[in-house]
Each structure stands twice: as C-alpha cells, then as structure tokens.
C-alpha cells in the first residue's frame, strides 16, 4: 500500500488545474495550458496510520511532499490535450514503527534502504494524451521505463510494479480529476454533481473503488470555492493467492471511509486551482496471509493532503536565496 500512498497522491491531485469561467450560466473551463509554459504544483500528503495485529500496535508516520512541474505540449487542439509531467523534487519524512527515513532532493541524507528508490522517482516523466470533450485520459506514456528502472532496485517487486503502475492504473488515477467537470461543463442550478464511480484495481492489494460530490459554494475576490466530499470503498484481490512479489496475501478486506472531506479554489483570473486540500479519515480489517498463518490486521488512518500552484519552481527560488 506504500507505493500507493506515494504515487497516487501526485498523480491524482497534481492534475486538478481547472478554473470557473463564462458568462451567463456558471462553466469549469480548462484556461491553463499553453504551448511549452511550464507550471508548479507541490502536494503534500500527510498521513497518520495505526495498524494492530493481535496485541501488537505499530504506528506509522509519513509527510511527503512532490514537486511536480507540467508542461504542455501544444494548446488543446479538436479538443485534445498532451501535457508532460515530471518530477521536480521530493521531500520525504517517514516513520514506520520508529524506523525513521528521510530524504530531501538536492540534499546531502543519509543512505537508506528507500533512496535509490527515492533517486529514481526523481527521474519519472510522463506524458498524458487527454479527451477534454469527455475529461478522459486516453493514453500515457513513460511508464515502463520507470517500472523497468524501479525494478532494478528491486527485482522481486517488479510484478506488482507493474499492476501498480500500469497504463490503466493511471488512467483511473487521473480520470475522477477530469470528472469533476459538471455535464457540458455548466454548474447545475442545485450547485451539485457527482463523478461516476471508477475502480483503481491494485492487483495483490485489492481494488478502491471511488465516488466524488462536488458542490460549487460561490466566488470571493475572483477564487471560486469547490467543496469536495469522496467516498471510497475497498474490495479484496479477486485472486488471493497471487502475491504479485509481495510476502503476503490479502484474504479478506474491509475498509470504509469513516469521513472524508475537501475544498479546492479556483483562481479565475490566472484559470487554475490556486489551492486545494483534502482530509480522508479510512478504517477497518484486511486479513493477511504470510506462509500458512492468518492475522487480522485493524487499520486506522487519517491522511490530510494539500496542492499549490505556482507559476515559477518555488524550491528554485528558495535555493537561490
């Protein structure tokens, strides 16, 4: 579920750079992407995990932070957008049952088992061919290349590397984003809509299958308030006996989300989210499988996410200072 954790944050939340625009009837129009100018997000993912097996209790601690840079490749044409992703720098800072991990781009850390992994997600490029017409991700490129070099670190993860992270995975991951968009992009005089349901199918880790509602609560000073309410619900492997690389199996799984909430604000003159955050509260039961034994594991996480834009590198500047 770490890798999870790590990428699915970014590539979900890196995308929202929407803004509300038009006259008359309220719209969410995309006004950001211009031919080869770049822009900034960070995401930061907070998250606070209590596991318990029998009468074990281990506490997990992480605070990440991606710097993504995105770069269109041409304006929008017939509707079409590509867009390049990549990974301007990391900050990571991860506590997991006192086994503390650090790592900063650009900085001098100790070695650990995870920084060449770390190094490597440094060197991620994506490329995403998306239908604005219908907010879908059509194509993505540049994933096996990363899989194939996240698996020089480690072989025996590569399998579930490439579930993780395949050309579906992705597509998942970003389309909800795209969803959010009301039909024909109006606003509906009730304020309210919501995404259709999509499945994130984690191969050996299960499926997450999610739903958002949107509520448009109104503008002030020009920034136009989005409030976002998600539900997710998990499902166990369909085939519990594949590990995928992995030392254990998922047997059986039962996670709700107990609260879940957001606000994301759209800056309508610069057309693009000047901010947006995220608090998801997940509990329940997975009961995992290593070699012939069983044990119920009782999970309890709280994860807190937040993006900003930016029109130049803001890590850039803070090291020329």
Not at 54 to 68: E, I, R, V
Not at 93 to 115: C, F, Q, R, V
Not at 145 to 163: A, H, I, R, T, W
Not at 281 to 292: E, H, P, S
Request: hydrophobic share 35%; proline share 4%.
């Amino acid at each position: 579920m770490n890798v999870r954790r790590w990428m699915g944050p970014f590539l979900v939340l890196g995308l929202v750079c929407l803004t509300v625009a038009g006259h008359g009837q309220e719209k969410l129009e995309w006004k950001i992407f211009k031919k080869d100018k770049s822009f900034f997000q960070t995401v930061e993912t907070k998250t606070d995990q209590v596991l318990k097996v029998g009468d074990m209790t281990f506490n997990q601690k992480q605070n990440q932070t991606f710097l993504m840079e995105w770069t269109p490749k041409g304006e929008p044409k017939d509707n079409i957008l590509t867009i390049e992703q990549r990974i301007a720098g990391i900050k990571m800072d991860l506590d997991i049952g006192g086994n503390k991990i650090s790592y900063e781009t650009d900085k001098d850390t100790a070695k650990n088992p995870m920084t060449q992994f770390f190094k490597t997600l440094e060197k991620a490029k994506f490329t995403l061919t998306v239908d604005l017409s219908k907010n879908e991700v059509k194509k993505v490129e540049g994933l096996k290349e990363l899989v194939d070099e996240l698996g020089k670190v480690n072989q025996s993860f590569k399998p579930v590397l490439n579930q993780i992270l395949s050309e579906e995975t992705i597509k998942t991951l970003a389309e909800p984003v795209f969803g959010m968009l009301p039909p024909k992009g109006e606003i509906p005089k009730s304020k309210t809509w919501t995404s259709d349901a999509t499945k994130l199918k984690m191969g050996p880790l299960g499926t997450y299958t999610t739903t958002i509602k949107y509520t448009a609560e109104g503008a002030d000073k020009g920034i136009e308030k989005i409030k976002v309410e998600p539900d997710l619900k998990y499902e166990k492997p369909e085939d519990t006996k594949d590990k995928g690389g992995l030392p254990f199996t998922i047997e059986k799984g039962e996670l709700t989300t107990e609260k879940a909430s957001g606000t994301i604000l759209f800056d309508k003159d610069k057309g693009r989210v000047q901010s947006s955050k995220l608090n998801v509260v997940l509990k329940g039961n997975l009961t995992v499988k290593i070699a012939q034994t069983e044990a119920t594991v009782t999970l309890n996480q709280t994860q807190d996410v937040s993006v900003q834009t930016f029109d130049e590198n803001p890590w850039q500047k803070k090291k020329e200072k």
